[in-house]
T-cell receptor
Framework: AQTVTQSQPEMSVQEAETVTLSCTYD???????LFWYKQPPSRQMILVIR??????QNATENRFSVNFQKAAKSFSLKISDSQLGDTAMYFC???????????????FGKGTHLIIQP | NAGVMQNPRHLVRRRGQEARLRCSPM?????VYWYRQLPEEGLKFMVY????????ESGMPKERFSAEFPKEGPSILRIQQVVRGDSAAYFC???????????FGQGTRLTVV
């Protein structure tokens, strides 16, 4: 079974600052995806960024980037030039991909509540 | 993702009533996951369905909860005889079947009074 740990229940930074959300996971699988999802007050889950485990290059999407350390099983999210609209719950998630191409369900961390202060 | 439709968005039920939550996956997707988010907790997996087949229901409470995904129509998560502890946000996610991420609906907020 996979586990995902987000050790920061809540974080608060000033607008325009850079913030890093941590995520560690535990798995015996070698082929998997990692995701960061954002859940704003609207409750919708929005995919922020994803990383394939076999890719060494860290994924980047505009102001969002990850630091993927496969050996350490760490997958942190960095938000640069933070904006008020970034205020939300952020969930780290893991999905194993099996040899037959089938996907297991997502395993989520408990989430980090990020607050961007004006 | 706007392509996955959940309804209703908000549902209020009295204790002992039944709650039915619907999820229409993205066009072309034949697999659906249901998750529950309890207050102060992260998303918890409940059940993984393919059309007309339950693949994994290991996260479903043994009693009062059931799920289906018929050949035609949305997936339904049914909670019988609701209790206050069932109050939560329930999310549905659809996948194409393999090698893709999950696309989530907006969720249904169930409140049991």
């Amino acid at each position: 079974a996979q586990t995902v740990t987000q050790s920061q229940p809540e974080m608060s930074v000033q607008e325009a600052e850079t913030v890093t959300l941590s995520c560690t996971y535990d798995t015996s699988e070698s082929n998997y995806y990692l995701f960061w999802y954002k859940q704003p007050p609207s409750r919708q889950m929005i995919l922020v960024i994803r990383q394939e485990a076999y890719k060494q290059q860290n994924a980047t999407e505009n102001r969002f980037s990850v630091n993927f350390q496969k050996a350490a099983k760490s997958f942190s999210l960095k938000i640069s030039d933070s904006q008020l609209g970034d205020t939300a719950m952020y969930f780290c998630a893991f999905m194993a991909m099996y040899s037959g191409g089938g996907a297991d369900g997502l395993t989520f961390g408990k989430g980090t509540h990020l607050i961007i202060q004006p | 993702n706007a392509g996955v439709m959940q309804n209703p968005r908000h549902l209020v039920r009295r204790r002992g009533q039944e709650a039915r939550l619907r999820c229409s996956p993205m066009k072309g997707h034949s697999h659906v996951y249901w998750y529950r988010q309890l207050p102060e907790e992260g998303l918890k997996f409940m059940v993984y369905l393919q059309k007309e087949n339950i693949i994994d229901e290991s996260g479903m409470p043994k009693e009062r909860f059931s799920a289906e995904f018929p050949k035609e129509g949305p997936s339904i998560l049914r909670i019988q005889q609701v209790v206050r502890g069932d109050s939560a946000a329930y999310f549905c996610a659809s996948v194409a079947g393999a090698n893709t991420e999950a696309f989530f609906g907006q969720g249904t907020r169930l409140t049991v009074v």
